[in-house]
Nanobody, 124 residues
Framework: QGQLVESGGGLVQAGGSLRLSCAGS????????MGWFRQAPGKEREFVAS????????YYTDSVRGRFTISRDDAKNTVYLQMSSLKPEDTAVYYC?????????????????WGQGTQVTVSP
């Protein structure tokens, strides 16, 4: 069974930075696009960023573009999300997931393997 495990979340002040990691095991993730999503209390899960296999393309939701950077190290089967200039509205549980399709999508339904999530809290 494939598994994704996120780490790197925590409490940070506004303006600070965090780097999230997502380590895959048990399945091949390197030949799939990978994505990061987040879910704040009382809100739906929303797309944050995605990276294609081979790192040829990246996509971001408008609210994080220019502040967050997604990357991957396929030798380590790991995807990263570098978050800078954090804002209180970035507070959420962050999840990584595998896109099983062949095209970019923001829709969670096209992502099959999900991690358990890591909490990011940004204080004012």
């Amino acid at each position: 069974q494939g598994q994704l495990v996120e780490s790197g979340g925590g409490l940070v002040q506004a303006g600070g930075s965090l780097r999230l990691s997502c380590a895959g095991s048990g399945r091949t993730f390197s030949t799939y696009a990978m994505g990061w999503f987040r879910q704040a209390p009382g809100k739906e899960r929303e797309f944050v960023a995605s990276i294609t296999w081979g790192s040829s393309n990246t996509y971001y939701t408008d609210s994080v573009r220019g502040r967050f950077t997604i990357s991957r190290d396929d030798a380590k089967n790991t995807v990263y999300l570098q978050m800078s200039s954090l804002k209180p509205e970035d507070t959420a549980v962050y999840y990584c997931a595998r896109n099983y399709g062949t095209t970019f999508t923001r829709r969670p339904e096209q992502y099959d393997y999900w991690g358990q999530g890591t909490q990011v809290t940004v204080s004012p």
